[in-house]
Every structure is written in C-alpha cells, then in structure tokens.
C-alpha cells in the first residue's frame, strides 16, 4: 500500500473502529475492497488500452518510414537511369574529339590577327 507502515495502517484501524464502530468495519472492509478493486481493474485496461495504442503509432511508423525508404530507392534508381541515358545518349550525338591543333586553327581561319 505504497508507504504506509504497520503503525500508520494500526491507527487509521483504530480511528477507523472508533468513528464507525465494530458493526460497521466489515460492511466498510468490503466496500473499500470493491473500490480498490475496481479502482485497479480501470488502471489495467487504462494501461492496456494505452500500451495498445502506442503498438498501433509505431507501427504506423515503421509503414510510413517503409514507404519513405521505398519510394527514396525508386527516385534514386530512376535518377540514374536518366542520367546513365542521357550520359549515354549525349556521348553517342557527340562529335568525334578533334585534335588539340585541329581547332585552333578553325578558330582562326588560317589568316593572320
């Protein structure tokens, strides 16, 4: 019963015996021990409820951190799929590479500045 000791739970018996007298405790004994016991019975399905709650969040949570992880794959793939193609398909239109004095001379049209 939390901190209460074997002295402390004596005299509320006592008081308890005393302002209700010897007639009354085991009424008040049962009462008490369904208020408890029901008082207990909320608390669980409060805390089950609660416990199942938080199950269902993180779930939720690993779905949508799945689907994140799925779709950033899929955009990662297709990104080099565009690239390799247009990296592919740039170096097929190109023109052959001249060489190094081949293009300084049609710059300057072989005639003097």
Do not use: C
């Not at 009424?27 to 805390?47: C, I, M, P, Q, V």
């Amino acid at each position: 019963m939390g901190n209460l000791g074997f002295m402390e739970l004596a005299v509320i018996f006592i008081i308890a015996l005393l302002v209700f007298g010897p007639k009354k405790m085991p009424e008040l004994g049962r009462s008490l021990g369904k208020g408890l016991r029901e008082f207990r019975r909320a608390t669980n399905d409060l805390k089950a409820s609660w416990e199942e709650q938080m199950r269902e969040a993180e779930y939720s949570v690993q779905d949508v951190k799945q689907t994140a992880q799925e779709t950033r794959r899929d955009i990662n793939e297709e990104l080099h799929r565009e690239a390799k193609a247009e990296f592919f398909g740039e170096a097929q239109n190109a023109p052959p590479p001249q060489e190094p004095g081949a293009a300084e001379e049609a710059k300057s049209d072989g005639r003097p500045n």
